[in-house]
């Protein structure tokens, strides 16, 4: 078929398809355990870290096996989206429901609630970055704040709904700005320095996001039931996990929240499926 002036400009204005090649293999999923999990991070001592939204908790599996091995604030976090350690090992999490960020210390082999910091209307992203200094997506007002300890450092606003905020091996600072449809990076100091959008990506609702070995931005799209992964050097869509449609089984998810990656294994909640799921990269 010839394309005619007015097909091509619509071609040029929609931008690439989507591409669908997996980028990993499916190695397991846990047991259905969970309630609508959220965000999930690796922690200190190398065990998963899952931010259990409607179990109002943080469940502790084994990072092989997917076995749940502890709870952490069992029903006491309201709503809880986001976990994040710091370089001193402190569990920063984001308790939406008490519009708030709870800090937890490691000390006398438990976890103890340090202290928090509040208010932050729907806090849903937390970052506790390596220079030391807090980041929070404040999602009910769209404000992404800095902070040193207790202090507030700088205020971004404009972006209602956002959900994470996570650094890069670079040091600079993402956010998934679930509402508007794009991811923005961030310098340290928050001078915007990148946006990702566009009809190309088929973003339908990036909520949570990690980053690969490479640098390469890996986010999961709730509302298309997919996970991406994203070369931001050159902002191209290297490849897709799920079809599109909600699903259970090995490449199918029922809208993924959050990512966590640790060497060449990705870690995904599949939070309609209740369940945490783990993928590999087959290394030669």
Known sequence: ????????????????????????????????VLSDPHDLAIGPDG?????????????????????????????????????????????????????????????????????????????????????????????????LVMMQGSDLID???????????????????????????RLIRFSPDLEQLQVIQGPGYGFRGPRYLDFDEAGRLVVADQDAHRILLIDPVSEELVGVLGDGTPGKGPYRFDDPEGVAVRGNTFYFSDSDNNRVVKYVVVLN
Do not use: C
């Open 1 to 32: 078929m010839r394309l005619t002036p007015t097909l091509v400009l619509i071609v040029a204005l929609a931008g690439p398809a989507p591409a669908q090649t997996p980028f990993a293999t499916f190695e397991r999923a846990s047991e259905e």
């Open 47 to 143: 065990q998963l870290y899952i931010a259990d939204k409607f179990g109002a908790r943080i469940v502790v599996m084994d990072a092989d096996t997917l076995e749940v091995t502890g709870v952490l604030a069992d029903g006491m976090l309201p709503g809880v989206h986001d976990i994040s350690f710091g370089p001193d090992g402190r569990a920063h999490v984001a308790v939406t429901g008490a519009n708030a960020l709870a800090i937890f210390a490691f000390e006398n082999g438990e976890w103890r609630f340090d202290y928090a910091l509040e208010p932050f209307p729907r806090t849903e992203g937390a970052l506790a970055h390596s220079n030391g200094r807090t980041y929070i997506m404040s999602s009910g007002t769209g404000e």
């Open 155 to 181: 205020v971004v606003p404009g972006m209602p709904g956002a959900h994470d905020v996570a650094e890069a091996p670079d040091g600079s600072v993402w956010v998934a700005d679930n509402l508007q449809l």
